[in-house]
């Protein structure tokens, strides 16, 4: 079955650090990208960062300053993604999306997501 | 940075036709995608590259792409087609992918 399955998500304190995990199965991962996009409660969808299929290229916006790694390993078909010095208005659904080769390409499959709470 | 504006909502009648747009400075020239979130899920794409629906996607979806707006229709509705409604852009000056607020689309 061709999906991708998030994890890693749950509740956590401000200043701390979460890593979140993104497994695909049913195709031939190290062919895509992955990005990562979160959702605030009730509100619209935010790209994160990006990983190209072979971890040649990282992107990151502009909002998270240095505070989010994205990371991959294709022998275990598994994106992660490092979140540090966690903040409140961190929390969201976090959802890995996949895309092919190119800038343009559309997020054409997601996970399920995985919720992160940021609270004291 | 660049802005994709989309109206907060869009209410139709069963078998009527719904236009949502999403405006963007030229977005003419770049390549939009759409998709659908119902409440609870994840996104699903219905439209990329401003007019090709992906393997599953009904053919009453379509999508159009002119100078400053972009426009996902949706034909002959269905109670089914309830959900939020996203466009999605790369904007190569920021390097970075964008998404419009979204469209509650309401079938009443």
């Known amino acids: 079955q061709v999906q991708l399955v998030e994890s890693g998500g749950g509740v956590v304190q401000p200043g701390r650090s979460l890593r979140l995990s993104c497994v695909a199965t049913?195709?031939?991962?190290?062919?895509?990208?992955i990005r990562w996009v979160r959702q605030a409660p009730g509100k619209g969808l935010d790209w994160v960062a990006v990983?190209?299929?072979?971890?040649?290229?990282?992107y990151y916006a502009e909002s998270l300053k240095g505070r989010f790694t994205i990371s991959r390993d294709n022998s275990k078909n598994t994106v992660y993604l490092q979140m540090n010095s966690l903040r409140v208005e961190d929390t969201a659904i976090y959802y890995c999306?996949?895309?092919?080769?190119?800038?343009?390409?559309?997020?054409?499959?997601w996970g399920q997501g995985t919720l992160v709470t940021v609270s004291s | 940075s660049y802005v994709l504006t989309q109206p907060p909502s869009v209410s139709v009648a069963p078998g009527k036709t719904a236009r949502i747009t999403c405006g963007g400075n030229?977005?003419?020239?770049?390549?939009v995608h759409w998709y659908q979130q119902k409440p609870g899920q994840a996104p699903v794409l219905v439209i990329h590259?401003?007019?090709d629906r992906p393997s599953g996607v009904p053919e009453r979806f379509s999508g159009s792409n002119s100078e400053h707006t972009a426009t996902l229709t949706i034909s002959r509705v269905e109670a089914g087609d309830e959900a939020d409604y996203y466009c999605?852009?790369?904007?190569?000056?920021?390097?970075?992918?964008?998404f419009g607020g979204g469209t509650k689309l309401t079938v009443l």
């Open positions: 049913g195709f031939t991962f190290s062919n895509y990208g």
């Open positions: 999605q852009v790369w904007d190569v000056s920021s390097a970075h992918w964008v």
């Open positions: 590259y401003d007019t």
């Open positions: 030229r977005i003419g020239s770049k390549s």
């Open positions: 990983i190209w299929y072979d971890a040649t290229i990282t």
């Open positions: 999306a996949r895309f092919g080769t190119r800038n343009t390409d559309a997020f054409d499959l």
